[in-house]
């Protein structure tokens, strides 16, 4: 079950840094509110995939789901619950703020990862 796998490794550290680059310098009304939650579901999926070789529709969902349940906290002020209002690193990892548009976010981006997974191994088939 844990293997690493390059390919998955290198699409992470490359997600990673678009996403530190759109935090740090885009400042726009779309890139930085849409794409980046957009982006951040596909780098979970692929920091899970660099480490453990499992299904992709079952990790999809895993990735799916650990989105939803922070975006979920979000709307209870979960982090002002746990005495974490005031961390930079928390109000960046669990967010401040609810938003549905966020979930429809991280549901496009899950069903980019299914949908170029099922062709990557249609291709692998033919």
Not at 75 to 91: E, K, P
Request: with cysteine; proline share 2%.
């Amino acid at each position: 079950m844990i293997k690493f796998h390059r390919t998955y490794f290198v699409l992470a550290a490359l997600l990673f840094i678009t996403e530190a680059l759109i935090a740090l310098y885009l400042h726009d009304a779309w890139m930085r509110p849409y794409g980046g939650d957009y982006l951040v579901v596909i780098l979970l999926y692929c920091i899970a995939k660099s480490f453990f070789n499992t299904p992709a529709l079952p990790t999809a969902g895993y990735v799916l789901v650990v989105a939803y349940v922070i975006e979920i906290s979000q709307y209870f002020h979960f982090i002002n619950l746990i005495g974490l209002q005031n961390s930079h690193l928390a109000r960046i990892l669990l967010g401040t703020s609810f938003s549905f548009t966020d979930i429809l976010m991280y549901t496009l981006g899950i069903l980019t990862v299914i949908v170029m997974e099922n062709f990557i191994r249609c291709l692998k088939n033919f």
